[in-house]
Every structure is written in structure tokens, then in C-alpha cells.
């Protein structure tokens, strides 16, 4: 089992920047990836930005550039930065993690909105 916390969302204006965070705790020594989805109203959830055990990233197109995903290991914490933010970035935006045996975890979800 593990659990994630998540923190940082909130009310920017547009290119602002954010920073949220997902501490985990439990089960951490099974993470294989870490990674940050997003689900605007009447939209399906999407990657953002994920990152593995081995420090390889992925971005979605939409927010390469902008947005940069890293982990403290020692808290045992991801986080995704994200600058130059736009309107169409507002989002709830959720933490995920993969283990070895395949099964994700999700946080509750911290709201990120983006005025223009």
C-alpha cells in the first residue's frame, strides 16, 4: 500500500507559476514511476508528466516547456512545476505512483485554476 498527500494547488493568473507536491509514504521501496495526471470538467484525466525510479521523464506536448516533473528521494516526494501557466491548465490535478506489481495509487486531487 502506499499513500500520497498531495499539496500546492490554487488560484494563479495566467503565466503564473505553481509548484505542487506528493509525499508518499507506505510501500515507497516497490515505486517504479511517479507521475502527475490532470482532469478539467467534462474532460477525460490526462498525463502530464510521469518519472521513473531511474529519473526518466515524459511530458505531455501541451506542457512541454512549461512544466517539469522531479522527485526527492529523501522525502520521498514528487513535484511538478509549472510556470507560464494558461487558462486551459486549469485542472484538478492528481498524483499517481506505479509499483513493481503493476497496481497505482492516486492521490485526492488538488485543484490548480489559472485566470486570464
Known amino acids: 500500500q502506499v499513500q500520497l498527500v498531495e499539496s500546492g494547488g490554487g488560484l494563479v493568473q495566467a503565466g503564473g507559476s505553481l509548484r505542487l507536491s506528493c509525499a508518499a509514504s507506505?510501500?515507497?521501496?516497490?515505486?517504479?514511476?511517479m507521475g502527475w495526471y490532470r482532469q478539467a470538467p467534462g474532460k477525460q484525466r490526462e498525463l502530464v508528466a510521469t518519472?521513473?525510479?531511474?529519473?526518466?521523464?515524459n511530458y505531455a506536448d501541451s506542457v512541454k516547456g512549461r512544466f517539469t516533473i522531479s522527485t526527492d528521494n529523501a522525502k520521498n516526494t514528487v513535484y511538478l512545476q509549472m510556470s507560464t501557466l494558461k487558462p486551459e491548465d486549469t485542472a484538478v490535478y492528481y498524483c499517481?505512483?506505479?509499483?513493481?506489481?503493476?497496481?497505482?495509487?492516486w492521490g485526492q486531487g488538488t485543484q490548480v485554476t489559472v485566470s486570464s
Open positions: 499517481c505512483v506505479y509499483i513493481t506489481t503493476g497496481t497505482g495509487y
Open positions: 507506505g510501500s515507497i521501496f516497490n515505486i517504479i514511476v
Open positions: 518519472i521513473t525510479s531511474s529519473s526518466r521523464t
